[in-house]
């Protein structure tokens, strides 16, 4: 028989939306009239509009053609490659700083290869679950030490420091993993903020991975929409993102990751080369299907789509905040993302994710699952039908209005 990885047994936080799901079946077991309504996970619900999905079909379409058949395309069609870095970076990157993805989970997941397991990881406590599962995987994250891995530094993101960490406390060469517009508290860091990132990176002789999945959310025109905005990051910062929550490919799955040819190893290597390596090594390119989706995205008309589907997304979150608000519980987020953060002062997370199941029937995600700060917290995601957060607005404002 063989043995397991030790790194799985290792593997904590990954308990979070099972356990969420496993407690919805019991309330749905002992409820089953109840009428179950999740706010809880960041799955989009709306249809792709149809632009990109034209896209979409005529990608598929063109397969079956022999002038529009296309096998293994490695890093990424050329045109979408060249399109993203014109629609985001401003031309700034060349083709071959982009490498388009099946996701950026999927990314954040191969990214550590490049890093092995000597790397000191930092981390925002809160945080989206995968950075500190990835680096638990490759054996980066050291043991479990009763409420963190004792390999991983948490940069506490707290209502006192307004969800931006102090950032004294990254070591030295160490991979700092940040995500803004965040998940799980809404938080977006600000241009000032981000110049602070970049140059305690650059103090340290850190590498930025920046997770910018939710960019498309940001509406206030001050904040940055990708950490290249900021001078002086393309020699210390890599950028994930994807079309998922912008253009709902969620489950269509595409992405890309920007690896500037500026970015080294401590011995002069190139990490852009390297990436190309694993790449190809262990991935075999997007699907050209999705890819198809992607250029249409991009194009004028997609792009006013991933507007209109990231503004429906907005209204939402509006109608979350102002109800959560207007029951006196404080909460941030929800402007310049799809995600609010709602505080419940002195309470245990768990205990208000059940207090808000079993008496309105609505699934949210508890924050302490994100992290030790996300204790007290309850993170309500603005992904769901119009008439169903109406729903779930409507029954949180009886209960706490009560
Ligand atoms: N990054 C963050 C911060 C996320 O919250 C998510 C999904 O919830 C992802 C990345 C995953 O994106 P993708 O669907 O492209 O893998």
């Not at 930092?122 to 945080?127: A, E, G, I, L, R």
């Not at 950028?239 to 269509?252: H, I, R």
């Not at 419940?344 to 700060?373: K, M, N, Q, Y």
């Amino acid at each position: 028989m063989l043995k397991r990885n030790a790194s799985l047994a290792n593997l904590k936080a990954g308990y979070l939306f099972p356990e969420i799901a496993r407690r919805r079946r019991e309330f749905a077991a002992l409820h089953p009239q109840a009428e179950i309504i999740s706010l809880g996970v960041g799955n989009t619900t709306e249809p792709i509009l149809p632009h990109i999905n034209r896209g979409l079909v005529a990608g598929a379409a063109a397969l079956s053609t022999p002038e529009g058949y296309s096998g293994y395309s490695d890093e990424g069609l050329l045109a979408l490659r060249e399109r993203i870095s014109a629609v985001y970076y401003d031309g700034l990157f060349g083709a071959d700083e982009i490498f388009i993805s099946d996701g950026a989970k999927c990314d954040i997941g191969r990214l550590q290869l490049l890093f092995g397991t000597g790397v000191p990881v930092v981390v925002q406590d809160p945080s989206y679950p995968v950075y500190v599962d990835g680096s638990v995987l490759i054996g980066a994250a050291g043991s479990w030490q009763g409420s963190g891995y004792h390999g991983i530094t948490y940069l506490a993101c707290t209502k006192d420091n307004a969800y931006f960490p102090d950032l004294a406390q990254i070591p030295r060469n160490a991979l700092i993993y940040f995500c803004s517009p965040n998940n799980p508290t809404g938080a977006v860091a600000t241009r000032e903020q981000l110049e602070r990132l970049v140059a305690a990176a650059h103090e340290t002789g850190s590498l930025l991975i920046f997770d910018a999945a939710y960019a498309a959310y940001i509406r206030d025109p001050t904040l940055p929409q990708t950490i290249f905005a900021i001078e002086g990051s393309a020699d210390c910062a890599l950028e994930v993102n994807s079309f998922s929550k912008s253009a709902g490919f969620t489950g269509v799955r595409l992405g890309w990751t920007v690896v500037p040819h500026a970015l080294h190893y401590a011995d002069g290597g190139s990490i852009n080369s390297d990436w190309e390596r694993v790449a190809a090594t262990i991935f075999n390119g997007a699907s050209n299907i999705a890819q198809a989706g992607g250029l249409a995205a991009l194009e004028p008309e997609g792009l006013a789509e991933i507007r209109a589907l990231s503004d429906y997304y907005l209204q939402n979150a509006a109608l979350i905040r102002e109800t959560l608000q207007h029951a006196g519980i404080a909460c941030v987020g929800g402007d310049n993302s799809p995600y609010i953060w709602a505080s419940f002062p002195g309470r245990d997370s768990w205990e208000v994710f059940a207090e808000i199941l079993e008496h309105c029937s609505v699934v949210t995600t508890p924050g302490s699952g994100f992290g030790p700060a996300g204790e007290s917290f309850i993170r309500f995601s603005a992904f769901g039908h119009r008439a169903t957060v109406e729903e779930a607005c409507r029954r949180l404002q009886s209960y706490y209005q009560r």
